[in-house]
Structure formats: C-alpha cells, structure tokens
C-alpha cells in the first residue's frame, strides 16, 4: 500500500511540474512547490532494502 501512494506522489509530482501558467509568477511558484512537496514525499515514502550489515 505504501509503494502505491508513494507512486501516486511521483506521477502528481510529476504532472504538476510540467504545468506552467501563463503570466502568473506566482501560480507557477505555487504548483512548483506543490510538485516538489509531492516528490519530497515520494522519496520520503519509497521503500527501501534494508542492509544486511547493520
């Protein structure tokens, strides 16, 4: 369940970072953070291996 909304995150993530606005300097800052947000997410979510080391 975890892989499938960290998944979901990278393609919003990804949508949202190619949406540009035209003439609004500010409505294009706002979905770029919101993307970042997503992709933040996304790896923050991913699952990882564990080492076998440690």
């Known amino acids: 369940m975890r892989a499938l909304v960290s998944f ?7 949508l949202l970072i190619g ?12 979905i770029k953070a919101i993307a970042a947000l997503c ?3 996304f790896f923050k ?3 990882r291996k564990k080492d076998s080391l440690s």
């Not at 949406?19 to 706002?30: Q, R």
Request: charged letters at 10%.
């Open 39 to 41: 992709m933040i997410g």
């Open 8 to 14: 979901i995150l990278l393609i919003i993530g990804s």
């Open 19 to 30: 949406i540009t606005i035209d003439d609004s300097l500010i409505g294009n800052s706002v």
């Open 45 to 47: 979510m991913v699952p």
